[in-house]
């Protein structure tokens, strides 16, 4: 069942990919989904395949459907449905359908694949995306450690990965959530690829913020 906050509703639909909808129908990174409900927009954070799949995306979008995504998935992107493409890099300030979308940065500063490489370099362009649906902010980290430019961030909802590997281990997850201190937290990128649903509580355990943990919708 999905969480409501402040007139949004958001449901977590495995991994990394959500659904937020009032007046508009949000998913980001839509993989493995049923895809019940078409999209007024999608979010994709980066390119690789469990958070740009176009047999997802294509579940989902129409010719009304606008997307936005990180630079880096240009190249996989011609096969979609869509109004429009808009492509984004950290930093980045955009409007669509009434709804204020600003992307962020989400890299990595301690997984590497090895010495020097990280699994998600800072100059791959990926990034998080920071929401603002009739004044809800929400915060989808992406594939990310808890990096420096997270301390500034003031949102209502922080969409934050639990599953370390890849992304914030449970407890660095934790540190984020209890530096930006948002009104809720729901811990995500666990249970499909890899982590499981006690990262999910360590998480709640040691945050200071009320957490929710959603169970997946199809």
Not at 106 to 127: L, Q, S
Not at 197 to 214: G, M, Q
């Amino acid at each position: 069942m999905p969480i409501e906050f402040g007139g949004v509703k958001i449901s977590w639909l495995g991994h990394d990919a959500f659904r937020l909808k009032n007046d508009k129908t949000i998913y980001i990174d839509p993989y493995k989904i049923k895809g019940k409900e078409a999209a007024d927009i999608i979010l994709i954070t980066h390119e690789h395949f469990d958070h740009l799949s176009v047999d997802d995306i294509n579940k989902i979008s129409s010719e009304k459907c606008v997307i936005v995504a990180a630079r880096p998935c240009a190249n996989q992107l011609g096969r979609v449905k869509a109004k429009e493409i808009k492509y984004v890099k950290p930093g980045d300030e955009l409007e669509v359908d009434g709804v204020k979308i600003k992307a962020v940065p989400a890299y990595n500063i301690t997984k590497f694949r090895e010495p020097g490489r990280p699994f998600h370099p800072k100059d791959a362009g990926g990034v998080g995306y920071i929401v603002n649906m009739k004044g809800v902010s929400i915060y989808h980290v992406g594939d990310a450690d808890f990096i420096p430019e997270m301390k500034e961030l003031k949102v209502d909802v922080l969409l934050v990965p639990v599953s370390g590997t890849y992304v914030m281990t449970a407890e660095e997850a934790a540190s984020a959530a209890n530096t930006i201190m948002p009104k809720l937290a729901i811990p995500m990128h666990y249970g499909t690829i890899v982590g499981s649903a006690k990262d999910a509580e360590t998480f709640k355990k040691l945050a200071k913020c009320e957490v929710k943990i959603l169970d997946r919708e199809d």
